[in-house]
């Protein structure tokens, strides 16, 4: 079951966003407030924007988490991961959701939409929401990709 109350940012590109729309619609159900940052049609648009888009939201603290969506997700997880303080991992199974809460403290989940089914997806959205991050050696591992970021 997906916890209420949290705020979630979530943007795709065009091969995303039938995934988008079927995540945006599960997560208004289950109660959370849902930033919906586009695309809003199967046009083609690029992605860069949109998923930096989300990761600023999510950094600024006007979201708990967010969701980046394409074809892939890779794209779209290396341009949320462009934004300090965002630590995007890319999720197409239950596993990888799992272990980017609990090892990783990701903040932003990037699918792929040609990857990934909408019963997969639902499953990982909510692996990844209901996973806490474990701390311990690994937030002395996270502090340390903190640490990198301020090398740029």
Do not use: W
Not at 87 to 105: E, K, P, V
């Amino acid at each position: 079951m997906l916890v209420a109350m949290l705020r979630i940012a979530i943007g795709s590109d065009h091969a995303g966003f039938e995934l988008k729309q079927h995540v945006v619609q599960l997560l208004i159900t289950a109660g959370y407030d849902v930033d919906d940052q586009g695309t809003f049609s199967t046009e083609p648009v690029d992605y860069p924007a949109i998923c930096a888009g989300v990761g600023r939201t999510v950094r600024d603290g006007s979201a708990d988490f967010g969701i980046v969506i394409g074809g892939s997700g890779q794209g779209e997880q290396l341009a949320a991961n462009k934004v300090r303080g965002v630590r995007a991992a890319l999720c197409n199974d239950l596993y990888t959701a799992r272990l980017g809460r609990q090892h990783n403290d990701a903040n932003v989940l990037s699918m792929g939409g040609r990857v990934v089914g909408a019963g997969l997806a639902e499953e990982i959205v909510q692996t990844f929401l209901n996973t806490p991050f474990e701390g311990g050696r690994h937030a002395r591992r996270v502090e340390q990709l903190l640490q990198l970021e301020q090398e740029f």
